[in-house]
């Protein structure tokens, strides 16, 4: 039995090193964990920046290694729901959509479903972590016109409806297409204070995040999922 891991920046393990003021690669991520718990062979195809639509790509570059994988792990839509700030920040009165629109996002998603059910692999599918409004709107408006950006945004908090409608979309193609669904965004919630798990930029798991994540797949075994 072995699983491979399609995704982004989470799933990869990249945390935001404060002493180092840099992304760095957590080498004890919650994929690693649980490899490690459970001593299962992984294969971590996630990268940093990838969408759903990149994603897809890279899936169908590896289509022939599926069938010899138990299980493919899929997370993505961080980046998807992402818009370009720069030029939100210069005419926040006009259109501006995002990496990958929803539409599109599930229809990437679900074509990824397919090839993998096909291959014989068994999908299991992440919500996303949720997002620190205040502290994301800091990062992603350091040196641009933060007053332009809230204007377009309307309120601070609009950034965690927005980015919560792709993790909505991806707990709604599980139920549809009987996937089997990790809810890491709910792992999160419960807490008290979920802020205290997420790095400085309000998007990353950090190192107290990656453990709560590995936690909840040793709790909750998906490789039960079929």
Known sequence: MSICVFGDSVARGIIYDETKSKYIHFKNCFINMFSQKFNLPMKNYARFGCTAEKGLEILNRHRNELPSFSYTLLEFGGNDCDLKWDEISGAPEGEHLPNVPLHQFEEKYLKMINIIKSAGSVPVMLTL??????????????????????????????????????????????????????????????????????????????????????????????????
């Open 129 to 226: 972590p949720p997002l620190e409004p205040e502290r994301f709107f800091k990062w992603v408006s350091s040196g641009l016109n933060r007053e332009n950006i809230l204007k377009y945004l309307g309120d601070v908090h609009a950034i965690y409806r927005w980015q919560e409608s792709y993790s909505n979309a991806v707990k709604k193609l599980a139920n549809l297409h009987s996937v089997c669904l990790l809810d890491i965004r709910g792992a999160f919630l419960k807490e008290d204070k979920y802020s205290d798990f997420l790095c400085r930029d309000g998007m990353h798991p950090n190192e107290k995040g990656h453990a709560l994540v590995g936690r909840l797949l040793g709790e909750r075994n998906f490789l039960a999922c079929k």
